[in-house]
């Protein structure tokens, strides 16, 4: 049921976003397409863009660039992942601040063709350590997936370090 689930829901976010693209956009580029073109064309365009998404497994939620999640975990020091941090997220693509005083790391995506970057976050708070992506920028709100892969990688250094 969940991908059936999954499938609808990326489906109405791009008809959505085509059917208004098409529908505010047209008439002010002067074109007068009748409202079932627009629908069709609409319901084409997001079935094509959905099942490609599908096919990597994504869910809905895996396309924006907000992901947010906690763990609960007992005594841990945030510098330990440091070091795996450093060789996951290289330099050269990335950069790296740790707060000492709040126990936070930052780590941030340099722009590339892909993406205008993230910003990861990385906090240990009252036994609990938080995991959140943004965008850098928040007109950038579509992940081209680095956003996700950046969040694989951040949670399976979390699970090495907290098993």
Request: hydrophobic fraction near 40%; charge should be positive; proline fraction near 5%.
């Amino acid at each position: 049921m969940y991908p059936l689930r999954s499938f609808l829901v990326l489906c109405l976010f791009f008809f959505g976003l085509s059917f208004v693209g098409e529908f505010v956009l047209g008439p002010l580029m002067g074109d007068d397409v009748p409202f079932w073109k627009i629908s069709a064309v609409s319901l084409i365009t997001a079935i094509g863009s959905t099942i490609p998404l599908q096919k990597r497994g994504l869910r809905p939620g895996d396309i924006f660039k907000y992901f947010k999640r906690s763990y609960i975990v007992q005594d841990f020091k945030i510098a330990h992942l440091i070091p795996e941090l450093r060789t996951q997220f290289p330099e050269h693509l990335f950069n790296f601040r740790f707060d000492e005083k709040r126990d936070r790391i930052y780590i941030s995506r340099k722009a590339n063709w892909r993406s205008f970057g993230e910003v990861l976050k990385l906090e240990f708070e009252e036994g609990e350590l938080r995991l959140s992506i943004r965008p850098k920028y928040y007109i950038d709100l579509l992940d081209q997936g680095q956003a996700h892969e950046s969040l694989l990688k951040l949670e399976e250094i979390i699970q090495t370090y907290t098993a």
